[in-house]
Nanobody, 122 residues
Framework: QVQLLESGGGSVQAGGSLKLSCSVS????????MAWFRQAPGKKREGVAA???????TYADYLEDRITISKDNAKNTLYLRISSLKPEDTAMYYC????????????????WGQGTQVTVSP
């Protein structure tokens, strides 16, 4: 059974950092394009970062250098670290997967988790 389970969200003050996790079952992160997306209330979902099967990362330009995507193939888990958090980072964060070595934030991700909420206070 395919499952993506996010964790690590919470309420933090601006300037802090968080590390989100996405535990995967039913397929392997080592073979798929994996990514993080986020959606704030009233806004469209937007891509945050993607990581190819070979480990090559892709980041959304608007997040500058505040994010790091990584994965642990042995644990079958995807991670996202966000530093220097800002109130505008408040959103539900989702992990997603697409079964291809072709990887970017624009491939048709077809497996999604339920999300983990990140709330950043001023």
């Amino acid at each position: 059974q395919v499952q993506l389970l996010e964790s690590g969200g919470g309420s933090v003050q601006a300037g802090g950092s968080l590390k989100l996790s996405c535990s995967v079952s039913g397929f392997t992160v080592s073979r798929d394009c994996m990514a993080w997306f986020r959606q704030a209330p009233g806004k469209k979902r937007e891509g945050v970062a993607a990581i190819a099967p070979n480990g090559a990362p892709t980041y959304a330009d608007y997040l500058e250098d505040r994010i790091t995507i990584s994965k642990d193939n042995a644990k079958n888990t995807l991670y996202l670290r966000i530093s220097s958090l800002k109130p505008e980072d408040t959103a539900m964060y989702y992990c997603a997967a697409y079964g291809s070595s072709r990887c970017s934030l624009y491939v048709p991700f077809n497996r999604w988790g339920q999300g983990t909420q990140v709330t950043v206070s001023p």
